[in-house]
Antibody, heavy 120, light 110 residues
Framework: EVQLVESGGGLVQPGGSLRLSCAAS????????MTWVRQAPGKGLEWVSI????????FYADSVKGRFTVSRVKSTKTFYMQMSSLRAEDTAVYYC?????????????WGQGTLVTVSS | QSALTQPASVSGSPGQSITISCTGT?????????VSWYQQHPGKAPKVVIY???NRPSGVSYRLSGSKSGNTASLTISGLQAEDEADYYC??????????FGTGTKVTVL
């Protein structure tokens, strides 16, 4: 069974930094791209970033480009997102998700999310 | 990266059929057969119900179906049931190798 467990959320001041982690199990981690999606309180889903299965390719939403960086470690089956220069509008529940098989473009498994609050 | 356009809400009585639209551009919805739909119940993580326009994952009810015409994709729920009451989001792969979500639709079963 696929399991994705996010951690690292919390309260941070504007301009601060935070690193989110996503621990993966139940599938061959190195075979799948991984993504982050966020949801501000009471709002819709917003795609944030994606990293390829091997880690060599990364893509970001314009809203976070230059401030957020995703990475992955094969040996620990962990997916990360380093967030810096945080703003109030980055306040959201952050979900990590596994992309479907190569040749498809959807997110087939999701974690339960971790809340990031940016406030002074 | 403008969000795809969905109606804010759609409602129907039990047993009826409803359709949710998702309108984008030729750079996303219209350019690829990579539209997926997600169901989200309050306080829960999203769950994929349709992928690559019209494919249904194992375990998803046959009452849910997807289609696409031009820059608009659609999700149809037939035989509406109480359990279908949730928020639904479309998403599409884009020409920038990114993804974009729809604005979301709240489905209410009357």
């Amino acid at each position: 069974e696929v399991q994705l467990v996010e951690s690292g959320g919390g309260l941070v001041q504007p301009g601060g930094s935070l690193r989110l982690s996503c621990a993966a199990s139940g599938f061959t981690f190195s075979d799948y791209a991984m993504t982050w999606v966020r949801q501000a309180p009471g709002k819709g889903l917003e795609w944030v970033s994606i990293i390829s299965s091997g880690g060599s390719n990364t893509f970001y939403a314009d809203s976070v480009k230059g401030r957020f960086t995703v990475s992955r470690v094969k040996s620990t089956k962990t997916f990360y997102m380093q967030m810096s220069s945080l703003r109030a509008e980055d306040t959201a529940v952050y979900y990590c998700a596994k992309k479907g098989p190569s040749g498809t473009a959807y997110f087939d498994s999701w974690g339960q999310g971790t809340l990031v609050t940016v406030s002074s | 990266q403008s969000a795809l356009t969905q109606p804010a809400s759609v409602s129907g009585s039990p047993g009826q059929s409803i359709t949710i639209s998702c309108t984008g551009t030729s750079s996303d919805v219209g350019g690829y057969n990579y539209v997926s739909w997600y169901q989200q119940h309050p306080g829960k993580a999203p769950k994929v119900v349709i992928y690559d326009v019209s494919n249904r994952p194992s375990g998803v009810s046959y009452r849910l179906s997807g289609s696409k015409s031009g820059n608009t994709a659609s999700l149809t729920i037939s035989g509406l049931q109480a359990e279908d009451e949730a928020d639904y989001y479309c998403t599409s792969y884009t020409s920038s190798s990114t993804y974009v979500f729809g604005t979301g639709t709240k489905v209410t079963v009357l």
